[in-house]
């Protein structure tokens, strides 16, 4: 059996949560079943990022010539930081969703 101990002051959603209580509840089977589908999700879409990556890292560092505006370059230099910032932030949070999912103490 597991808890998810998960305080919303950690993930500074706690003024969001603020009036929800700290009863224990039953997550449902059909809640889980319909997060797990979300989360499954998740990863098809971090499939698909990667292969779109890896193919764009081929394209740079292939010997074909390319050119490009100084504005263009720097557009994609500030998306290269943007979807790096989003996924250090996904992770980040990933991690400590998993470390706020233990197995139950009895």
Do not use: C
């Amino acid at each position: 059996m597991y808890e998810i101990i998960a305080n919303p002051e950690d993930y500074k959603l706690d003024d969001l949560i603020k009036g929800t209580g700290n009863a224990q509840i039953e997550f449902s089977e059909q809640d889980r079943k319909k997060w797990a589908t979300e989360i499954n999700e998740f990863s098809k879409k971090l499939i698909q990022f990667s292969e779109k990556s890896q193919e764009l890292s081929k394209i740079l560092s292939s010997s074909e010539q390319i050119t490009a505006t100084p504005a263009s370059l720097k557009t994609l230099k500030i998306q290269l930081f943007i979807i790096n910032d989003a996924l250090t932030s996904a992770l980040d949070i990933a991690k400590q969703l998993e470390s706020d999912i233990v197995p139950k103490q009895t």
